[in-house]
């Protein structure tokens, strides 16, 4: 089954040469391959301005880099969402990001009670590249800030079922490296 799919390169560098590059690049190729339509965002590509203030938050974006990202997810009918762990979680431009997007009830329904998510019907997986072997950080460290990201960002956007791959070890063998992009093109040949 053909999926519309969206893969978001979170890292701040959006050089060829950095990892989750080549790891976006390998999902996406793997998901071309089998027929699946992608669209791609790096978001060290974009300019756009951190949220300051609450009335900022409460307003509809003017910048044409996030009116095209939410055009993007409202047409994706799954995420992708590549960056490495810097201090325990995202990169701070990609929560910037997300919140840029989560502007003027966009990810979150308005009213009172509970959040309504409003990207409901939208799955994702997250991709995460560390230096530390990614056990360590899941058990001892317990994934705080991925966990975060997926469940105050994504799941309260109403985006499920979440995957998260962990990819430790990053800076090792090159090895790793290889079967890593290996392992994004099978994801991406299956739409997950």
Known sequence: MTRHILVINGNPDPSAERLSWALATAYAQGAEAKGHIV????????????????????????????????AQILLAQHLVFVFPL???????????????????????GAGSGLPKGNLKGRSAR??????????????????????AFNRSILGIGGI?????????????????CARALHAMRQLGGRGV
């Open 160 to 176: 499920g079922p979440i995957a998260t791959t962990y990819l430790g070890g990053i800076g090792a063998p090159r090895s790793n």
């Open 86 to 108: 810097w201090l325990g979680g995202p990169p701070a431009l990609l929560k910037g990001f997300m919140e840029q997007l989560a502007r003027q009830d966009f990810v979150l």
């Open 39 to 70: 669209r791609r965002i790096d978001i060290g590509t974009l300019n756009f301005p951190l949220l300051r203030t609450a009335q900022e938050f409460a307003a509809t974006p003017d910048n044409e880099a996030i009116q095209t990202a939410r």
């Open 126 to 147: 997250v991709v995460v590249t560390m230096g530390m072997p990614a056990p360590f950080y899941r058990f001892y460290y317990r994934a705080h800030g991925v966990k």
